[in-house]
């Protein structure tokens, strides 16, 4: 495994991300916990110590049940990180209670590294309004040592990025941002690692492979990287396209099952980082990529707590991509919109824009899902 340095610290490389766990029947709040057990087993027998979780993932059972099985190892042996829930405008006047509650669920005394959850164009007035006390009582447990390293996740543009950093940016030691290859052009996360670097803050990269879409690549682009490097797996490509980028220093992996697991950690046994000719490829291949993509969902899951129509919001802006990208020989979409029942296609969406005040992205998804149903002929 390889460690990077972070303050005191050595930190793998490669987190466990705890967002996409093993789940039972298809339900995303019912965690297949002995599955879980054995990724994490496996991660700490090889070297993994950073586990990454927050009061959302999985419905809320994302954090009690990596409490649960990370209560089992000593407590110096692993760095523990979650996150204020302020996606979600309403946990902003609970940050106490939240944080109480959040303890309680990961069965520890204290959190290694927290974070202010997904700043962004949604929330990035309420996080610097101090009626609500966020920053002050976070500051005050670090004080009091409950959080070790405070820091945020930030899905929102170089401008919120920056108004969030001019107002608490001396006290941020490092940032989660969405980073890949695909992302470096599609959400100018090129700027983001820029500016932080302006900050000296250290980045941490959450989505390394989108959501899945840069694990498997069509034969067309998997064909280029081949001959490029012939023994390296596609998934590797986005690691290293990471590898290459200095200021990264703890890369999570939302995995779902133990192949994942074992696939990653063996990518991570050694630094390998793109050259130039390798880095003109990747970033060639998300161009083209990017001109055939409809909608950034990365299949967070926040948007489908908020649907009244209990749609599966990500799947179906995934069938969409899917559609927009194998245009007129697309056959997937189809066929997976008529395995689904008939409230539940993207037509029965009633456009009250619920899913939107919680999407990281910002998406405007009722659009989008009236775009894929026209397409479809479904509208």
């Known amino acids: ?40 087993a496996y991660c700490m027998d090889h070297g993994i110590n950073y586990y990454d979780t927050a009061f959302g ?17 000593p407590r110096e042996s692993f760095y523990l990180a979650t996150k204020f829930p302020g996606y979600d405008l309403s946990n902003m006047p609970k940050v106490k209670e939240i944080f109480e ?7 520890v005394e204290y959190f290694d590294f927290y974070l202010f959850h997904n700043v962004c164009e949604m929330n990035i007035n309420q996080y610097l ?52 290859y695909f992302d470096y052009l599609f959400q100018d996360a090129k700027g983001k690692v820029e500016l932080l670097d302006k900050w000296n803050i250290p980045v941490w990269v959450m989505e390394p492979v989108r959501g899945g879409q840069l694990a498997t690549l069509s034969d067309e682009y998997a064909k280029k990287l081949k001959e490029l ?13 990471l590898q290459t980028i200095p200021s990264v220093t703890v890369t999570l992996s939302g995995m779902s099952n133990l192949e994942q697991v074992k696939a990653n950690i063996k990518t991570y046994e050694e630094s390998k980082p793109l050259n130039d000719t390798e880095m003109k490829q990747v970033l060639s291949i ?46 997937i979409a189809p066929m997976a919109l008529s395995s689904l029942d008939a409230n539940k296609q993207p037509e029965c969406c009633i456009e009250c824009h619920s ?25």
């Open 1 to 40: 495994m390889i460690y990077k340095g972070f303050q005191d610290l050595k930190l793998s490389a490669l987190g466990m991300g705890n967002m996409r766990l093993p789940v039972i029947d298809g339900n995303d709040n019912k965690i297949d916990v002995d599955q879980t057990r054995q990724m994490i």
């Open 57 to 73: 993932y999985h419905g809320g059972n994302s954090e009690p049940v990596v409490g649960e099985l990370l209560e089992n190892y």
């Open 101 to 107: 509650e959040q303890i309680q669920k990961c069965r």
């Open 129 to 180: 309004d101090p009626q609500y006390g966020i920053y002050d009582y976070l500051i005050e447990q670090k004080k009091n040592g409950r959080i070790k390293h405070l820091g945020f996740s930030t899905h929102g543009s170089i401008e919120v990025m920056t108004r969030f950093l001019e107002a608490y940016g001396k006290d941020m030691e490092f940032c989660q941002i969405e980073l890949n």
């Open 229 to 241: 490097r012939p023994d390296e797996e596609v998934p590797a490509w986005a690691f290293r396209f």
């Open 286 to 331: 998300a161009s083209d990529m990017i001109s055939k993509t409809a909608v950034p969902c990365t299949g967070c899951h926040y948007c489908v707590s908020k649907c009244p129509q209990e749609l599966d919001i990500p799947f179906l802006l995934k069938l969409y991509n899917e559609s927009m990208i194998a245009g007129a020989g697309d056959f």
């Open 355 to 379: 899913c939107e005040q919680v999407c990281p992205q910002t998406i405007h998804i009722p659009d989008e899902l009236s775009k894929f149903a026209v397409k479809m002929g479904r509208k």
